[in-house]
């Protein structure tokens, strides 16, 4: 990257200009996927898929090779976007069933509340997933996190993709949708951009699609882009993703018919890898041979695709090998748009920006995960450098692997690596310890398949 570049991407991260001035603040697009593996975009090595747009964003910014979602599965994904906190500390350690506690509590400080507070106007659309007692009183919905405009679905969109009915729009419900998920929710969004939001202030825009979790339904022009697959469901899932493409390919060509794209920050991401086997049932995307799969902790659990543009601050085409991760955004997106950080918790996540540049993210503590709903399976990990360790949930077994060399984690070197093995041993108890202790106690008594059935403990109404 360019000595200028990275200059202006640090000046303008701190809100000054190259002559001392203060720079307008810039517009914020957070795009996030559901259950897109890392292999599943072209940019990323798909040899079927069709994802035009995607690929064409990827060259105009930069392209993270090891982006990671803060979980193996949805709701805590994006808690700890939100909050910037691994999903143990803020509380939303699983998926989230309707009729439970688990929810994003109001002691939690989201990413759009501190930007509200910093001077944006704020809007979500698409899946939510944040709380079980959905547009209800007795728990915290999008507008009391800071959305001024929300538009979204508890979980799934239903009965699918196609013409969802659940969708609810500023706590009333908005009736048949008259267009797929990912189209239907970025026409909203464009909506809000031409005729609802305060022009007088910068802007943070969520859209969370639906696509590619199932039940899955692509519209048959996105389906007839894959003449050869004779697998229906194959055929329905890759459908879906390039109908998830095109929604996005419909907001970037929104921002730029407004004039809107120039000072506008965009990242895409997804919330954890791909549902199923991959093989027969209804998940059919790709870990781009990575092991492991959604609910995993293993590499194709949890690695997910993560591309940043940013016109005129990051050089275009780049290739960021650096780790980052989902947490990364709060702190990151805080930084960009002026937001005060909170100091009175522990942030987990680190500005990407200096990523961008080939250094290290400085963060408080270690990448770590837990997915506590996959029975049998290693269920913790922690990666520090090139190094990463998995343990089951007992703490009693552990797996050592070096990704630099074995992204793939074949081969455990716990027994080869005697004095990396036992700091990543030490360090991970330590760290999980720490996060055990702040959290609430919800998921020490919650149904370890994350099933809809007993009562999770907490507060109700934090």
């Not at 603040?25 to 069709?50: E, R, S, T």
């Not at 993270?64 to 808690?79: G, I, K, L, N, W």
């Not at 969708?167 to 026409?187: C, E």
Request: some cysteine; hydrophobic content about 35%; overall charge positive.
């Amino acid at each position: 990257m360019k000595n200028w570049a990275w200059v202006m991407v640090a000046l303008l991260a701190c809100g000054q200009s190259a002559l001392g001035q203060k720079e307008p603040q810039p517009n914020i697009v957070l795009f996030l996927a559901d259950d897109l593996g890392w292999g599943d975009l072209a940019c990323y090595g798909h040899p079927l898929m069709k994802t035009p747009n995607l690929d064409a964003f990827a060259k105009q910014g930069v392209r993270f090779t090891q982006s990671y979602s803060a979980s193996a599965v949805c709701s805590p994904s994006r808690s700890a976007i939100l909050t910037g906190r691994t999903p143990y500390r803020n509380g939303v350690f699983t998926w989230i069933p309707e009729k439970q506690e688990i929810h994003l509590r109001k002691t939690e400080m989201a990413l759009p509340k501190l930007l509200r507070e910093a001077g944006y106007t704020t809007c979500h659309v698409g899946k939510w997933h944040l709380n079980s007692h959905f547009n209800q009183p007795t728990q915290p919905q999008p507008n009391d996190h800071g959305y001024d405009h929300w538009l979204a679905t508890q979980n799934n969109a239903a009965p699918s993709h196609a013409f969802p009915t659940n969708f609810v729009r500023n706590g009333v419900l908005a009736g048949k949708a008259d267009d797929y998920s990912a189209p239907f929710i970025v026409k909203e969004a464009a909506s809000w951009l031409a005729n609802k939001r305060d022009k007088n202030k910068p802007f943070f825009l969520a859209v969370w699609s639906h696509e590619p979790h199932y039940p899955i339904a692509a519209a048959e022009k996105f389906k007839a882009l894959y003449p050869g697959l004779t697998d229906k469901v194959q055929l329905e899932h890759h459908g879906c993703v390039s109908q998830m493409d095109f929604a996005f390919g419909q907001l970037m060509k929104t921002l730029e018919d407004m004039k809107l794209a120039e000072n506008t920050v965009v990242y895409f991401t997804s919330d954890n890898g791909p549902e199923g086997d991959g093989v027969t049932t209804p998940g059919r995307g790709s870990t781009g041979g990575l092991r492991g799969r959604k609910r995993a902790v293993y590499e194709g659990g949890i690695r997910v695709p993560g591309l940043l543009r940013w016109p005129g601050k990051v050089e275009a085409g780049g290739v960021c090998h650096i780790p980052v991760i989902g947490s990364d955004l709060f702190t990151t997106l805080c930084q960009v748009g002026g937001a005060k950080i909170p100091s009175d918790r522990v942030i987990d996540g680190g500005n990407l920006l200096p990523a961008v540049k080939g250094e290290k993210v400085e963060r408080q503590r270690p990448l770590y995960w837990r997915c506590d709903i996959a029975p049998g399976q290693m269920k913790i990990a922690m990666r520090i450098d090139d190094w990463k360790i998995v343990a089951n949930e007992a703490l009693n077994r552990f797996e050592l692997y070096n990704l630099a060399t074995d992204e793939k984690e074949t081969t455990d070197l716990a027994l080869q690596e005697t004095k990396e093995f036992a700091r990543m041993k030490e360090s991970l108890l330590r760290l999980n310890r720490e996060i055990e202790s702040e959290g609430p106690n919800w998921w020490k008594n919650y149904p370890p398949n994350g099933a809809n059935k007993g009562k999770a403990q907490g507060k109700k109404k934090e």
